[in-house]
């Protein structure tokens, strides 16, 4: 079992920059593969970032990519989410997830086993 707790969500102009992070609990932390999704109002759940039990392997949305950067701190049971050049339409709540399941990053929900409660982040154009 993993409990997840985002944090680091807010207010930021477009072209700002926030840092989501992710509080893991659970020994194990460092086997799960771990993930960001969003979801804006009215939308499906989107995926966002990924990154591999290791952090030798990461994968981006195309709308996200050369912006966006996941880390993760085995040590700290952590994963974070640097945003940089936000834009209006990356308003969303952002959920953290983990996934048990062997292989590569995931980049797909129904991957991934756990989720946390999301963070809203705004911004604003």
């Known amino acids: 079992q993993v409990q997840l707790v985002e944090s680091g969500g807010g207010l930021v102009q477009a072209g700002g920059s926030l840092r989501l992070s992710c509080a893991a609990s659970?020994?194990?932390?460092?086997?799960?593969?771990m993930g960001w999704f969003r979801q804006a109002p009215g939308k499906e759940r989107e995926f966002v970032a990924a990154?591999?039990?290791?952090?030798?392997?990461?994968y981006y949305s195309d709308s996200v990519k050369g912006r966006f950067t996941i880390s993760r701190d085995n040590a700290k049971n952590t994963v974070a989410l640097q945003m940089n050049s936000l834009k209006a339409e990356d308003t969303a709540v952002y959920y953290c997830a983990a996934s048990s399941q062997l292989g590569a990053a995931a980049t797909e929900k129904y991957e991934y086993d756990y989720w946390g409660q999301g963070t809203q982040v705004t911004v604003s154009s």
């Open positions: 990154i591999s039990w290791s952090g030798a392997s990461t």
């Open positions: 659970g020994r194990t932390f460092s086997s799960y593969r």
